[in-house]
Antibody, heavy 120, light 107 residues
């Protein structure tokens, strides 16, 4: 069974940085694309970024491009999101997610999320 | 970006009702459409993938249909555990995009 556990969220001031982690188990992590998706509590879901299986190819939403960096460690089976120059509008629950197959476009399984609050 | 428009944004229904939620894409996404259920405080859970494929363990009262730009999620007989929020998502192009959600409430 796919199991994804996010960590690293918290309160940070505008302009600050935070690194999120997502520990994966239950599947061959190194074979699959991975994604970050965020959600303002009570609002809709917004895709943030994706990374391919070997970590070479990355894609970002325009709203985070140049500020966020997605990466992975396939030995540690962990996905990361380095968030820099944070803004109030980045406040959200951040989910890591994985696909059932080898497509870089599908999202099927989700972690429970970690809350990031950007506020002074 | 591909815009996903869900309707209705909310609905009131009773146990046993047939419920239909629609999702329209701003361009042709073939059958690259997924449906998720999200309960308060929980992560989304996939119900239907690639338009009409039922996720393992999901009750058969859930079904999906459509192609191109217009898609439908149907719950044939609403059960108490189905009162929740439902999202569609296109998996055709990045940025991956979601519908705004449909909250199914008890009448």
């Amino acid at each position: 069974e796919v199991h994804l556990v996010e960590s690293g969220g918290g309160l940070v001031q505008p302009g600050g940085s935070l690194r999120l982690s997502c520990a994966a188990s239950g599947f061959t992590f190194s074979n699959f694309w991975m994604h970050w998706v965020r959600q303002v509590p009570g609002k809709g879901l917004v895709w943030v970024s994706r990374i391919n299986s070997d970590g070479i190819a990355t894609t970002y939403a325009d709203s985070v491009k140049g500020r966020f960096i997605i990466s992975r460690d396939n030995v540690k089976r962990t996905l990361y999101l380095q968030m820099n120059n944070l803004r109030a509008e980045d406040t959200a629950v951040y989910f890591c997610a994985s696909p059932r197959g080898f497509s870089g476009y599908t999202i099927d399984y989700w972690g429970q999320g970690t809350l990031v609050t950007v506020s002074s | 970006d591909i815009q996903m428009t869900q309707s209705p944004s909310s609905l009131s229904a009773s146990v046993g009702d047939r419920v239909t939620i629609t999702c329209r894409a701003s361009r042709n996404i073939r059958s690259d459409l997924n449906w998720f259920q999200q309960r308060p405080g929980e992560a989304p859970k996939v119900l239907i993938y690639t338009t009409s494929n039922l996720e393992s363990g999901v009750p058969s009262r859930f079904s999906g249909s459509g192609s191109g730009t217009d898609f439908t999620l149907t719950i044939s007989s609403l059960q108490p555990e189905d009162f929740s929020t439902y999202f569609c998502q296109q998996s055709h192009l990045t940025p991956l995009t979601f519908g705004q959600g449909t909250k199914v409430e008890m009448k």
